[in-house]
């Protein structure tokens, strides 16, 4: 079985993935998005009987491609790549995560609408194009955390509790013509759960907890945040299970947010996850957990 691992560039994950990869008995190979070149027409690949999965344009030759991260580029850029996952899907290709569970996870709006359809608890959100009706939301809940809309690793995030400051940061939104990502702030003591999934497992977890829960309220250890290894409840393991297959990911970072009122809230999902803070905190070999499910040992 061969095993084409996409990325940005090779480093810390990459061959964590290709170790473990060649361990279970495949082989694999990293490869660059902007090496992909699609061939379209008959001119080497033939016609294809009727009811039979296209041919691939890219010539990668794999078995499973794993997506571990699709680099910043422009809108084209971005979306001919995620195009080339759904065709090298579509031509019986296995993609993990499939393009369709990346492009829910990654948009914030579509995460938690899918994540609240699923019957999890989801903090009161307002999404808008308009400053009024974000200024209307604010006024509302008081107390806001402002998100954009595409993000990780906590940054662009601001929290808002003053309308001067609220009206400062939507004209800031309003130049760069941005959608207005609104969430509640809830009282969480400076903590929030990472799990994260590996098919119907959960392969290890950590509590981050934030240096100070007052200005500094995000938990992200890139943000300064610390970690330590955590054993979840079986009712905390079904949440972030049930986060994963609401966005259809075989496998994900699920944040989990407990708060003081005793509601676990199911805050974001990444289909696209980092895990070197899990694997260090817990001992676990998470890229052998990926391994095992792309070879389907």
Same mark, same amino acid.
């Not at 344009?57 to 080339?84: K, N, T």
């Not at 903090?123 to 209307?136: F, K, M, N, Y």
């Not at 595409?150 to 130049?175: K, N, P, Q, T, Y």
């Not at 974001?268 to 817990?282: C, L």
């Given at each position: 079985?061969? %095993? ?25 190979? !990293? ?40 680099? &910043?580029? #422009? !809108? ?15 031509? $019986?290709?296995?993609?993990? @995560? ?13 995460? #938690?609408? !899918? ?30 955390? %402002? ?25 800031? !939104? ?24 590996? $098919? ?19 938990? @992200?250890? #890139? ?11 079986? $009712? ?17 970072? %699920? ?14 999902? @990444? ?14 070999? %998470?890229?052998?957990?990926? &391994? ?6």
């Amino acid at each position: 079985m061969h %095993v084409a691992i996409l990325s940005a560039r090779k480093g810390w994950h990459t061959d964590q993935l290709c170790r473990a990869i060649t361990a279970w008995g495949a082989t694999a190979e !990293l490869l660059a998005y902007e090496g992909l070149v699609a061939r379209l027409g008959t001119a080497g690949h033939g016609r294809e009987p009727a009811g039979a999965a296209p041919a691939a344009p890219f010539a990668i030759g794999a078995d499973v491609v794993l997506a571990r991260i699709i680099p &910043a580029g #422009s !809108l084209e850029q971005i979306i001919y790549r995620v195009d080339a996952l759904h065709w090298l899907e579509d031509a $019986g290709v296995r993609v993990l @995560n499939s393009p369709r569970a990346i492009e829910r996870s990654v948009d914030k709006f579509y995460t #938690s609408a !899918l994540l609240q359809m699923a019957g999890l608890a989801t903090p009161d959100t307002v999404v808008c194009e308009r400053s009024e009706d974000a200024i209307a939301a604010f006024r509302t809940m008081g107390d806001v955390i %402002v998100k954009p809309l595409f993000g990780s690793m906590g940054l662009g995030m601001v929290r808002v509790h003053d309308e001067e400051i609220a009206w400062r940061v939507f004209r800031a !939104l309003d130049a760069i013509r941005g959608v207005y990502y609104l969430q509640r702030t809830i009282s969480h003591g400076g903590r929030d759960i990472r799990a994260f999934v590996v $098919g119907d497992r959960v392969v290890g977890a950590i509590e981050r907890r934030s240096p100070d829960a007052g200005p500094q309220w995000r938990t @992200n250890y #890139s943000r300064g945040g610390t970690v330590r290894a955590l054993t979840l409840s079986p $009712g905390w393991t079904e949440l972030a299970v049930r986060a994963a297959r609401a966005v259809g990911a075989d496998y994900a970072g %699920v944040d989990l947010l407990p708060a003081e009122d005793g509601t676990v809230y199911a805050l974001e999902v @990444n289909a696209i996850p980092g895990w070197r803070g899990v694997q260090e905190a817990t001992g676990i070999d %998470v890229a052998d957990e990926l &391994a095992r499910l792309a070879v389907g040992g």
